[in-house]
């Protein structure tokens, strides 16, 4: 099992940067694949970027249509840490955001096992 607790949500205007940090703790952080999601109210929940498991030599990432070219996932992993860093922000990137952790890399919400408390994201034009 592995704990994630989101950080680094807060304001910003269109056209900044944010960078959000998700950070592991669990003796099987590295074995798990590790998604961030985004959610509005009355909305579903988006997958934005997920990462591959560390021992998936190939680093493998994937990136719904609306973030990319914008947005970059990356893991530290001596810092157990992966960060979902955010360029070019929208008013529509505002959000509650949540990293979760499976087995394999996805970003369909349902796959997840284990999900952070969220932070919040919110972009002003």
């Known amino acids: 099992e592995v704990q994630l607790v989101e950080s680094g949500g807060g304001l910003a205007q269109a056209g900044g940067s944010l960078r959000l940090s998700c950070t592991a703790s669990g003796r099987t952080y590295g074995d798990y694949a590790i998604g961030w999601f985004r959610q509005v109210p009355g909305k579903e929940r988006e997958g934005v970027a997920c990462?591959?498991?560390?021992?998936?030599?190939?680093?493998?990432?994937y990136y719904s249509d609306s973030v990319k070219g914008r947005f970059t996932i990356s893991r530290d992993n001596a810092k157990k840490t992966v960060y979902l860093q955010m360029n070019s922000l929208k008013p529509e990137d505002t959000a509650v955001y949540y990293c979760?952790?499976?087995?394999?890399?996805?970003?369909?919400?349902?796959?997840?096992?284990?999900w952070g408390q969220g932070t919040q994201v919110t972009v002003s034009s």
């Open positions: 990462i591959s498991t560390v021992t998936d030599s190939d680093g493998q990432t």
């Open positions: 979760a952790g499976n087995y394999a890399p996805s970003v369909v919400a349902g796959e997840y096992n284990f």
